[in-house]
């Protein structure tokens, strides 16, 4: 509950912060009244500093008395959130000029975050529906009756095909291994060592097309399942999918 205003004080560790713990909470009341509020005068600071002392509790109680906490000293996450609420004010108030100008965080995140170009697309604009139809038939693409799923499996047959980086692997000679013949089991014989031969190879062959073919179906479910976890949801009509 206290990451955001530590953030913003710059401390060390804001996100490891434990309230509960004796030591990190002697720390931090003293931290912050050592960087941030400043309320005593740097020599009456020795008591507060004084973490392991016994008495430590007894001067805390004075610190946010003198400073006019409303809250009490059982009151442990209340009175550091108040505190910290404090410090923020004071170094608003000493850099003005600095954070005068800052974006609120949510802006600055919404700013990093990717949008999807196919969201603001009018899937019913006859315009759209023409040009989706087009490089539907040009890259051989199923037809299907929602043109955002036809313009989507585009997209990933773009990006998977015909990205600069894809078409220049594909484009590499693919280097054969040597293969000694005479380890492989035909399986039958001819009767001839030339065509047993030829037999070997036709079979090595067809094997490298059975794995070539289980991976284009794999990359085909894969190509499938990323449309189909999707669904497109129509608010007004209160379902989801078609």
Same mark, same amino acid.
């Given at each position: 509950?206290?990451?955001r ?9 804001? &996100? ?7 030591t ?6 003293v ?17 507060l ?5 016994s ?13 006019n906490?409303p809250?009490? /000293?059982q009151?442990?996450?209340e ?16 850099n ?15 700013a ?6 196919l ?10 529906k023409?040009? /989706? ?5 040009l890259?051989?693409i199923?037809r299907?009756?929602d043109?955002? /799923? ?7 047959l773009?990006?998977?095909?015909? &990205? ?7 484009s ?5 291994l040597?293969v ?9 014989d001819?009767?001839?060592? &030339? ?5 070997r ?10 794995r070539?073919?289980q ?5 085909a479910?894969v190509?499938?399942q990323?449309?189909?976890?999707d669904?497109?949801?129509d ?8």
């Amino acid at each position: 509950m206290f990451r955001r205003k530590l953030t913003a004080l710059e401390y060390h560790n804001p &996100t490891g912060f434990d309230c509960k713990d004796d030591t990190e909470f002697r720390n931090i009341i003293v931290w912050l009244e050592d960087q941030k509020i400043r309320h005593y005068k740097i020599e009456e600071r020795g008591n507060l500093r004084n973490i392991p002392s016994s008495d430590w509790p007894k001067h805390y109680e004075k610190y946010l008395q003198d400073v006019n906490c409303p809250f009490s /000293v059982q009151e442990r996450q209340e009175t550091v959130d108040w505190l910290l609420g404090l410090a923020v004010r004071f170094e608003y108030g000493d850099n003005v000029e600095k954070y005068r100008n800052c974006k609120p965080a949510t802006e600055a995140s919404d700013a990093k975050k990717t949008v999807d170009p196919l969201i603001n697309l009018d899937s019913n604009n006859p315009d759209f529906k023409a040009g /989706v139809l087009a490089l539907a038939n040009l890259l051989k693409i199923q037809r299907h009756e929602d043109y955002s /799923v036809m313009l989507k499996a585009i997209k990933i047959l773009i990006q998977e095909r015909l &990205t600069p980086d894809a078409i220049a692997k594909a484009s590499q000679a693919k280097e054969g291994l040597p293969v000694a013949l005479d380890k492989h089991i035909l399986g039958f014989d001819t009767g001839d060592a &030339t065509l047993n031969e030829a037999a070997r190879i036709l079979r090595l062959l067809h094997i490298e097309e059975l794995r070539e073919l289980q991976t284009n179906i794999n990359e085909a479910i894969v190509a499938v399942q990323a449309i189909i976890a999707d669904p497109k949801t129509d608010h007004r009509l209160g379902k989801v999918g078609r």
